[in-house]
């Protein structure tokens, strides 16, 4: 199993900044791709933005030019830092992962969430 823990969330007014981090945790055999996810209320769940293995980095339209994510392969931890923040980038962030555990196939893996607040 691949256990992913999120921090950093918070309130934060608008054109403010944050950072979120996650942690992965478990028996790895490998990390893939890494990435966050977001899902406001009433809404469905969206990609923010992805990283590979290699770390080719893939961003939604909405973020792109104010958000930037990162991996550390060696601590196993992908990073997302959020800038220009807008009130509609409030939501629940989940880290995501897709990876293989032990000897299991490739699988994919979410963290908790961690809640982002922009107040206007």
């Known amino acids: 199993q691949v256990q992913l823990v999120e921090s950093g969330g918070g309130l934060v007014q608008s054109g403010g900044s944050l950072r979120l981090s996650c942690a992965a945790s478990?028996?790895?055999?490998?990390?893939?791709?890494m990435g966050w996810y977001r899902q406001a209320p009433g809404k469905e769940r969206e990609l923010v933005a992805t990283i590979g293995s290699s770390s080719n980095p893939n961003y939604a339209d909405s973020v792109k030019g104010r958000f930037t994510i990162s991996r550390d392969n060696l601590k196993k931890t992908v990073s997302l830092q959020m800038n220009s923040l807008k009130p509609e980038d409030t939501a629940v962030y989940y880290c995501?992962?897709?990876?293989?555990?032990?000897?299991?196939?490739?699988?994919?893996?979410w963290g908790q969430g961690t809640q982002v607040t922009v107040s206007s």
């Open positions: 995501y992962t897709r990876a293989r555990a032990g000897w299991a196939p490739q699988s994919d893996y």
């Open positions: 478990g028996t790895i055999f490998s990390l893939n791709t």
